[in-house]
C-alpha cells in the first residue's frame, strides 16, 4: 500500500511563507509523477503542482503560478511544496498524491488520501 505522510502545514500572515513535505513510502517513487492538491472548506479539491517522475518537469494551477514551487528528491522518497506571498484564498488542507494520466492527458490521483496538512493564512 502507498503511503503518503504531509506535514509542515501552520499559521501565517498574509504575505508569508510556508514549505509543506511529503514523504511517500509502499511504491517505486521514482517512477510516478507527483502532486500536491488543496481542498477549502466548501470547494473541491483542486491540483495546484504537478512534478514529473525525473524532476525536470513541473507545472501549476493558474492561481499558484509564480508563487509556488514543486520539488522532489527521489533518493529521499519526498516531494516538497515551497509557497511564497501566501494569501487568503491559499487557506485549504493540502495534500501529496501519486499520479496517473488519462488519455485525454488528465492528471488523477492514484492512491488513497492520507489526512494533509493545513495551511491557514490570516489577513
Known amino acids: 500500500q502507498v503511503q503518503l505522510v504531509e506535514s509542515g502545514g501552520g499559521l501565517v500572515q498574509a504575505g508569508g511563507s510556508l514549505r509543506l513535505s511529503c514523504a511517500a513510502s509502499g511504491l517505486t517513487f521514482s517512477t510516478f509523477a507527483m502532486g500536491w492538491f488543496r481542498q477549502a472548506p466548501g470547494k473541491e479539491r483542486e491540483l495546484v503542482a504537478v512534478i514529473n517522475p525525473s524532476g525536470s518537469t513541473t507545472n501549476y494551477a493558474d492561481s499558484v503560478k509564480g508563487r509556488f514551487t514543486i520539488s522532489r528528491d527521489n533518493a529521499k522518497n519526498m516531494v516538497a511544496l515551497q509557497m511564497n506571498s501566501l494569501n487568503s484564498e491559499d487557506t485549504a488542507v493540502y495534500y501529496c498524491?501519486?499520479?496517473?494520466?488519462?488519455?485525454?492527458?488528465?492528471?488523477?490521483?492514484?492512491?488513497?488520501w492520507g489526512q494533509g496538512t493545513q495551511v491557514t493564512v490570516s489577513s
Open positions: 498524491n501519486v499520479l496517473g494520466l488519462t488519455s485525454d492527458n488528465s492528471y488523477y490521483p492514484l492512491g488513497s
